[in-house]
């Protein structure tokens, strides 16, 4: 049992009067602590009280000690006013209203959202629900990040309020992920755009992007300075799949064994011929010799390839 001189000096209860301290078999901490008995303001009338009604008992969680979970029994008097026999909680800076979490509890929680982990992970470590983590994340609110001159938006595939994608807006040159937009269409986009100034959204010049006619048209509107830059990867993915379109094409005209063939070479048609080595060539060139048009598709492949290889 701790006095009640001492224990008002103890750091972690700054302001506290400790009645007792104690270690539990599981691990965790129990402490029972209360407010000095002081004089309140009346809430309904403005006069001054120090008449105590009654005390009740509040149990909170708080920020974990030595690694262990920190369970407090807060006694809470009820002060009643003498002039308008109004009744009201004393208050406290540990907890606010209505929470049964102690203000460092939830900082030691926003602090783990800045690690790489799951939400699970969190919850367990922590000693609460996973639903409420997640409830805590949803109300952390983040600054609008400077729009850089150059950034790129593309979509991913997630699963953020029940949609299927979402999309990412990132620096290309600091490699930086500026924002996560909870959906793709125009809307999102104009939503989060819009919370710029006309003059800040002015003075980008270049937005990379895939080819879809959604982005080009929301950027064209929001920016209109800006140069829209194709992304490398989607342009190359469209000349693959115009490579495989003739491929797929010309293996239909073959009989089985020889289509089977041409199916499993698939991955050297489409290698670039300067990677390849001396028998994936000798593959490549027997694959070519079957089929002109095929040959034709492949010197196209390769001399686009060779257009992200020039330095002007």
């Known amino acids: 049992m701790l006095t009640s001189n001492y224990s008002r000096n ?6 506290f009067i400790v009645k007792n301290f104690v270690k539990n078999p599981s ?9 000095p008995r002081e004089e309140h303001i009346c809430q309904h009338c403005g006069h001054s009280t120090s008449y105590v009604k009654d005390y009740r008992i509040q149990v909170i969680k708080d920020a974990q000690i030595f690694g262990e979970d920190l369970i407090i029994h807060l006694r809470k008097r009820r002060y009643i006013c003498k002039h308008c026999q109004h009744s009201f909680t004393e208050t406290n800076h540990l907890v606010h209203k209505y929470q049964h979490f102690t203000s460092r509890f939830y900082t030691q929680a926003y602090k783990e959202f800045q690690n790489l982990q799951s939400f699970k992970t969190i919850a367990c470590r922590l000693g609460v629900s996973v639903t409420s983590i997640i409830r805590w994340f949803d109300k952390v609110s983040y600054g609008a990040p400077q729009l850089p001159e150059c950034f790129s938006i593309d979509e991913f595939r997630g699963n953020a309020n029940n949609e299927k994608f979402q999309c990412n807006v990132s620096d290309p040159v600091k490699h930086k992920v500026l924002d996560i937009l ?36 929301a950027i ?21 799949w115009s490579m495989e379109a003739v491929w797929k094409r010309i293996q239909k ?29 000798l593959v490549l060139n027997r694959m070519l010799a079957a089929s002109y048009e095929l040959e034709q598709a492949h010197i196209l492949k390769e001399r686009f390839y060779s257009i992200f290889k020039a330095k002007t």
């Open 27 to 35: 691990g965790s901490y129990e402490a029972h602590i209360e407010m």
């Open 10 to 15: 103890i750091p972690f209860f700054k302001g």
């Open 182 to 217: 909870p959906k793709r269409d125009t809307e999102s986009l104009c939503q989060h755009f819009l919370q710029y100034p006309i003059q800040e959204r002015s003075k980008v010049k270049n937005v990379v992007m895939d080819l879809s006619t959604t982005f080009r048209s």
């Open 253 to 281: 005209e073959f009989y089985t064994e020889r289509r089977k063939w041409f199916k499993r070479s698939k991955k050297i048609l489409l290698t670039l011929e300067a990677k390849l080595d001396i028998e994936d060539k």
């Open 220 to 240: 064209n509107t929001l920016f209109p300075n800006a140069k829209i830059i194709a992304d490398k990867f989607h342009v190359i993915r469209l000349v693959t």
